[in-house]
């Protein structure tokens, strides 16, 4: 099946800088998703993007499928930033999720 | 509109014992999924439904059964519960691909 894997594992932040996610796939999707698990274990949607750039406030990201990768972007980062960033892809028609194993990112004071 | 809602928040379970999960959505989704996730992973595929009356294996299907007899039900049993099922439980609905995720059942097997 197809692989996905996310680094940095873990990112340690001071409030304000800015850092960038990535995730790589083996494969071609159909779709990619990415979330964040807050620390409340929540799982939020934030963008879903199987091609091209989108933004959404501080954050944006990029996916350029012919080269099989994403990014997340976290501008001007936020103590509410912190949790567990996944990006998940999907290969077939049904949906089925593919989740990478996190970036784990905690923003300090 | 609540989006998908999960039935219990925590749950304790003997080894053997059996006990069912509810996930509802209100959006009119007709895909639904089920995953768990273990301490430092990603979410993992248990069983999905691509509409009423219908439900397929995921990647962990093992010791748990599923059943879509209404659009906006999915229910997960466990028959016999292991100490291996213990995990946080995540149902998600979706329509054109993008997934919403519900807010997880904690289920703890001693």
């Known amino acids: 099946g197809i692989q996905v894997e996310q680094s940095p594992p873990d990112l340690i932040l001071q409030e304000g800088a800015n850092s960038t996610l990535r995730c790589n796939f083996s494969?071609?999707?159909?779709?990619l998703q990415w979330f964040h698990q807050n620390p409340w274990g929540q799982l939020i949607n934030l963008f879903y993007i199987p091609s091209g750039t989108k933004q959404n406030g501080r954050l944006s990201a990029t996916t350029v499928a012919t080269e099989r990768y994403s990014l997340l972007y976290i501008s001007s980062s936020q103590t509410t930033d912190s949790g567990v960033y996944f990006c998940a892809v999907t290969t077939d028609s049904w949906g089925k999720l593919q989740f990478g194993a996190g970036t784990q990112v905690v923003v300090t004071p | 509109n609540a989006g998908v809602t999960q039935t219990p928040k925590f749950r304790v379970l003997k080894t053997g014992q059996s006990m069912t999960l509810l996930c509802a959505q209100d959006m009119n989704h007709e895909y639904m999924y089920w995953y768990r996730q273990d301490p430092g992973m990603g979410l993992r595929l248990i069983h999905y439904s691509v509409g009423e009356g219908t439900t397929a294996k995921g990647e962990v299907p093992d010791g748990y059964n599923v059943s879509r007899l209404k659009k906006q039900n999915f229910l997960l049993g466990l028959e016999s519960a292991a100490p291996s099922q213990t995990s946080v439980y995540f149902c998600a609905s979706s329509y054109a691909n993008e997934q919403f995720f519900g807010p997880g059942t904690r289920l703890t097997v001693l």
């Open positions: 494969d071609s999707v159909n779709n």
